[in-house]
Structures are given as C-alpha cells and as structure tokens.
C-alpha cells in the first residue's frame, strides 16, 4: 500500500497554481539560502529562457507555503507596481490561495 498522504498541503499549493495557470511553466528549486538576501525569488532571465523560482528550505512548513504562493504570483505578473507587489500580484495572490482552500475543503468534506 506504501504511504497514503491524507493531505499535503504544498501539493495543494502547486495544484491549485495549475489549475489556475496551467500554461505557465518554471523551474522550482529549494535551496539553502537565497543570493541577495530574503525567503524566495523569481527570476526571469533576460535571454527568454524558462522562469526560475528559488525558495528558501530552512523555512518553518507554513512560512514555506506562503512564499511560494507569494513567488507564483510573481510568475504570472512579474514584478511590478511600486515595491513590485502592485495591485496585480495581490490578485492573483488571493487568487492561488482560494483556490487552495477550496481543493483543501474539498479534501475535508468531498
Ligand atoms: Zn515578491
């Protein structure tokens, strides 16, 4: 039977993104710490080439989720408006995380 996870919350996070953007495509790498200080970054290369998203793994579970949400959003938006946080990357925040919450609910109750 092997390991039957009744939940995974980061799994939820990345489903979540997928269904709400499945033609946005990136490399996802956790690594050790971020160059340049902070929990998480997007980089979008100026040859084009695919969009990279590191995060931070020394983060607590939760922290973890939301940085990579935060980070997501920067991959539909980019980083723009003001601190590179505008109106736009709110929505799509609020976006992931409903969706997130609606597959979790679903999880829960069927
Ligand atoms: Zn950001």
């Not at 983060?59 to 959003?73: Q, R």
Request: glycine share 14%; net charge negative.
């Amino acid at each position: 039977m092997g390991i039957t996870f009744l939940n995974s919350p980061m799994g939820s996070v990345f489903q979540a993104f997928e269904e709400l953007y499945p033609d946005k495509d990136c490399l996802f790498e956790f690594v050790p710490q971020i160059e340049g200080g902070g929990y998480g970054v997007t980089i979008f290369p100026d040859d084009g080439s695919t969009t990279v998203i590191f995060v931070d793994i020394n983060l607590s579970y939760l922290d973890m989720l939301d940085i990579i949400t935060h980070e997501l959003a920067h991959l539909v938006v980019g980083v723009v408006g003001g601190d590179g946080h505008g109106e736009e990357w709110g929505k799509v925040y609020g976006f992931i995380l409903d969706k997130y919450e609606e597959i979790e609910k679903k999880r829960v109750f069927g």
